[in-house]
């Protein structure tokens, strides 16, 4: 059974900015497509950004310009760099993955596991 393990959220300013990192381990890494969801309170899930076994990325229309997703192989983990944040990026964020198809890692997003996720919080 695979396990995504997140870090890096916290409190943060209105124009700050934050890194969230996903460790990966029990899965075959390089099979899978990353990404990113959040959930605000009250809200539905959000995907955020993909990015796909050859590095292709993709971004929801919200979060594009300001986020960044990249993956380093060899550590096993996804980042989102996440800058020029607004209160409405106040959320939990969620690293994901997907096996089933690139077609689920293209907007809106349709991750199949996710991990335990990691907690924003911006003020205005």
């Known amino acids: 059974q695979g396990q995504l393990v997140e870090s890096g959220g916290g409190s943060v300013e209105a124009g700050g900015s934050l890194r969230l990192s996903c460790v990966v381990s029990?899965?075959?890494?390089?099979?899978?497509?990353m990404g990113w969801f959040r959930q605000a309170p009250g809200k539905g899930r959000e995907g955020l950004a993909s990015?796909?076994?050859?590095?292709?990325?993709n971004y929801a229309v919200s979060v594009k310009g300001r986020f960044t997703i990249s993956k380093d192989d060899n550590k096993n983990t996804v980042y989102l760099q996440m800058n020029s944040l607004k209160p409405e990026d106040t959320a939990m964020y969620y690293c994901a993955s997907d096996d089933r198809g690139s077609y689920y890692c293209q907007p809106p997003f349709d991750f199949s596991s996710w991990g335990q996720g990691t907690q924003v919080a911006v003020s205005s």
């Open positions: 029990g899965l075959s890494y390089s099979n899978y497509c």
């Open positions: 990015i796909l076994l050859d590095g292709t990325t």
